[in-house]
């Protein structure tokens, strides 16, 4: 079946590093992803990790990803009040995307 | 360049009415897709069009929704005798090549059925 599950919520303090965590179901999907929607607005892509990969980095963004497991994460370097929002872990089986309920990172002065 | 565009961003409609949401895509865009979005929750995969054709539709509820893209541009997502647990947010995708993994989400339509 297809699943994603996520943890709810999330705090930090300004400074600190954040790791937002996924498990997901289905081994088929090529691509995962981590899409950030900020209140009020639209969903924007974050970044994307390739099934065959353990990690990528991209400036603050560090992707995880165990395949074996079926485990995601994203770590948020340094992370700033503007971060705040809620973030979504993705999967891709046959095209469409399955999201999971998202988790709310709140980052506290 | 444009993002998608969604049309209306705000729609009441009293239950049992139809209604029709719209979505342009980023031009040139090939591959179409709908979500929904509940409060608190995450997308929810409905149907996605590679060009004109609808490639899946098996996230539509029920027979009281449809989907529609005549010219392989700008789609339509109707639902018909609209109930109270139709409302939420409704988003738009595209991307830009068939297979292609990056979707990029439109700003969406709030629907409230009252």
């Known amino acids: 079946g297809e699943d994603v599950e996520q943890s709810l919520f999330l705090s930090v303090r300004e400074g600190d590093s954040s790791v937002i965590n996924c498990t997901y179901t289905d081994s088929s999907s090529t691509y995962l992803y981590w899409y950030k929607q900020e209140p009020g607005a639209g969903l924007q892509l974050l970044t994307y990790?390739?099934?065959?990969?353990d990690m990528k980095q991209d400036q603050r963004l560090t992707v995880l990803l165990n395949k074996k497991d079926k485990h995601l994460s994203l770590r948020i370097a340094d992370t700033q009040t503007g971060d705040s929002a809620i973030y979504f872990c993705?999967?891709?089986?046959?095209?469409?995307?399955?999201f999971g309920q998202g988790t709310e990172l709140s980052v506290k002065p | 360049g444009a993002g998608v565009s969604q049309s209306p961003r705000y729609k009441v409609t009293k239950r049992g009415q139809d209604v029709a949401l719209r979505c342009d895509p980023i031009s040139g865009h090939v591959s179409l897709y709908w979500y929904r979005q509940a409060l608190g929750q995450g997308p929810e995969f409905l149907t996605y069009?590679?060009?004109?054709?609808?490639?899946?539709k098996s996230g539509l509820p029920n027979d009281r929704f449809s989907a529609e893209r005549p010219e392989g541009s700008i789609s339509t997502l109707t639902i018909q005798r609209t109930e109270q647990r139709d409302s939420a947010m409704y988003r738009c995708a595209s991307s830009s090549e068939v297979g292609s993994y990056e979707q990029y989400f439109g700003p969406g339509t709030r629907l409230t059925v009252t």
């Open positions: 990790i390739f099934s065959n990969m």
């Open positions: 993705a999967e891709n089986p046959g095209g469409k995307l399955i």
């Open positions: 069009f590679n060009y004109e054709a609808q490639q899946d």
